[in-house]
């Protein structure tokens, strides 16, 4: 309200001098001819986005005049209501310019920059943490998304078989991270990255991430990646349809198509490509699954006693998981499969999760998947749907009992929802 204040008198000024009608637009030229400043000012705007007070019309300045009526404009600054967010983007504006990003790409990023509430009451309310596996399943897994997935196996088929030539992770796990990630390309975000970065930078809880962010995507602008009207993804900063937050774009994006530009946002090969070649870097294991159901013998907890205590390292869903014992080992102490079954003598370790009413012994591929999005309702219901898509998915009866929920548009978000 005050930076309003202080322009609306700086237009009365100018009525004043008698320079208002036709000093106008040749402001606005000398203004956009103008090479941006190094820093902004705390709290001036375009003179053009103000609005002129009633004033009678003088008689037109010759061009002298009105050159010598026209005052100097400093160059925009963010219009923050917070004086304090104004200082802080400020302060960040310098780290950046010491990171070598350019001037003129912070500038542009920064020029109509606001802090966005909305954002930070999403991220205290993630679906992933606030419903249960078997809510969070029903909702996420609903015949539509399978259906989609399937035509897609069908229509990708080349595209998919040369990608995972490329980096050795399955079709079906490609298809259920870009379904449940943006349901197939469908809601890849259409919130501008560089204000939502901003404000859960500003917000504290998890400042240094994403500060970090922040910077790192105004080096994919200072790069030319992408123009900055497209750089755009969900409340959670995440990116494009993998989702991917900018330091995950730098670090695995893919030009699988060979354009010459890493392109998540509308380029099917490098979304794809770009998934995969982040699972493989982060230790998939091809030819090996990511988990399954299991059950557990009424004294199991005499049974297993101090031989698989949980975790005290990782993130959240990481310390929910015991340290893995082999296959064979859970067979010693009474884990069957959901049905029953003895579980297989393959010699893979395995560590036990317990999450709601169901159990499940998880792989180190369902790891990867959690760093993908560190919760296991996303990591379980990407692996429930690939083994759809591969024909071998067991029963699930929680996602069976829950109500069908009203249309649900997919998010994603991620962690950061999403700590990639």
Not at 33 to 59: F, I, K, M, V, W
Not at 145 to 152: C, F, K, T
Not at 197 to 222: C, K, Q, S, V
Not at 353 to 373: K, M, S
Request: charged share 20%.
């Amino acid at each position: 309200m005050r930076a309003r204040g202080r322009i609306r008198l700086a237009w009365c000024a100018a009525a004043v001098a008698g320079a208002i009608a036709s000093a106008a637009p040749v402001l606005a030229r000398t203004q956009a001819a103008r090479p941006p400043a190094p820093a902004p000012p705390p709290a001036a705007a375009p003179a053009a986005s103000a609005p002129t007070p009633p004033a009678p019309t003088p008689p037109a300045p010759t061009p002298a005049e009105a050159a010598a009526a026209t005052p100097t404009v400093p160059t925009p600054t963010p219009p923050a209501s917070d004086p304090a967010f104004a200082a802080w983007l400020a302060a960040l504006r310098g780290d950046a310019v010491a990171a070598g990003i350019r001037p003129v790409t912070i500038d542009a990023a920064f020029a109509t920059i606001v802090a966005q509430p909305v954002v930070l009451e999403r991220d205290r309310t993630q679906a992933e943490f606030t419903l249960t596996l078997g809510q969070y399943v029903d909702r996420r897994l609903t015949p539509a998304l399978l259906r989609l997935a399937r035509e897609h196996a069908t229509r990708e088929r080349s595209l998919l078989v040369r990608v995972e030539r490329a980096h050795k992770v399955p079709k079906s796990i490609l298809l259920s991270v870009w379904g449940l990630e943006s349901n197939f390309g469908r809601f890849a975000g259409v919130r501008p990255t560089v204000p939502v970065l901003a404000t859960l930078a500003y917000d504290g809880r998890r400042a240094a991430l994403f500060r970090g962010e922040l910077l790192n995507a105004l080096r994919i602008l200072d790069r030319g990646d992408i123009e900055l009207d497209r750089l755009k993804g969900s409340w959670a900063g995440a990116m494009g349809q993998p989702q991917f937050l900018p330091s995950s774009y730098l670090k695995y994006a893919q030009d699988f198509d060979g354009d010459g530009r890493r392109d998540i946002w509308t380029s099917l090969p490098d979304v794809l490509a770009s998934i995969a070649n982040y699972m493989a870097s982060n230790g998939w294991v091809n030819g090996e699954s990511w988990g399954r159901r299991v059950r557990l013998p009424p004294d199991f907890d005499a049974r297993l006693g101090a031989r698989a205590p949980l975790r005290t390292e990782g993130c959240r869903a990481v310390r929910q998981l015991t340290e893995p014992m082999l296959l064979s080992d859970w067979r010693a102490v009474g884990v069957r499969t959901a049905k029953g079954a003895v579980l297989p003598k393959a010699a893979i370790a395995a560590s036990l999760l317990r999450v709601d009413q169901e159990t499940f012994l998880v792989y180190r591929n369902y790891e990867t998947l959690l760093t993908y999005n560190c919760a296991h309702s996303y990591a379980i219901a990407v692996g429930l749907l690939a083994d759809r898509l591969d024909g071998r998915l067991e029963s699930w009866p929680a996602a069976k009992k829950a109500a069908r929920p009203a249309k649900h548009r997919a998010t994603s978000g991620s962690s950061h929802r999403r700590s990639r």
